[in-house]
């Protein structure tokens, strides 16, 4: 985990160093987002605001959400924490950071 960690990181960095206001790489899971030109943008990890939120994603067997299968937390300080396998059913959950 920390070295996926370094690597977003590492990410995150370069995209903030060679990008221009409202543009981000869309194949990447890291992004960002600037509301007005110069502003400092927001760093999203697959979606989630890291600071701002507390994301979490649980993933179930089947279109019923009857069995967990596994889940994906990115905390706020973009740490991410992730157990079993991801399926097509997930359900999502955010709290923000305080």
Not at 1 to 18: N, V
Not at 82 to 97: L, P
């Given at each position: 985990?920390?070295?996926?960690?370094?690597?977003?990181?590492?990410?995150?960095?370069?995209?903030?160093?060679?990008m221009t206001a409202g543009?981000?790489?869309?194949?990447?899971?890291?992004?960002?987002?600037?509301?007005?030109?110069?502003?400092?943008?927001?760093?999203?990890?697959?979606?989630?605001?890291?600071?701002?939120?507390?994301?979490?994603?649980?993933?179930?067997?089947?279109?019923?959400?009857t069995t967990v299968v596994?889940?994906r937390t990115i905390q706020?300080?973009?740490?991410?924490?992730?157990?079993?396998?991801?399926?097509?059913?997930?359900?999502?959950?955010?709290?923000?950071?305080?």
């Open positions: 985990m920390r070295s996926r960690k370094l690597i977003q990181l590492i990410a995150a960095t370069t995209l903030l160093a060679g543009t981000a790489a869309a194949t990447s899971p890291v992004s960002a987002a600037a509301s007005a030109p110069g502003a400092v943008p927001h760093i999203y990890i697959y979606g989630c605001p890291v600071g701002r939120e507390s994301c979490t994603w649980v993933y179930y067997s089947n279109q019923y959400f596994g889940s706020c300080d973009g740490t991410e924490y992730s157990q079993g396998t991801a399926s097509d059913w997930e359900r999502f959950y955010a709290s923000s950071c305080g």
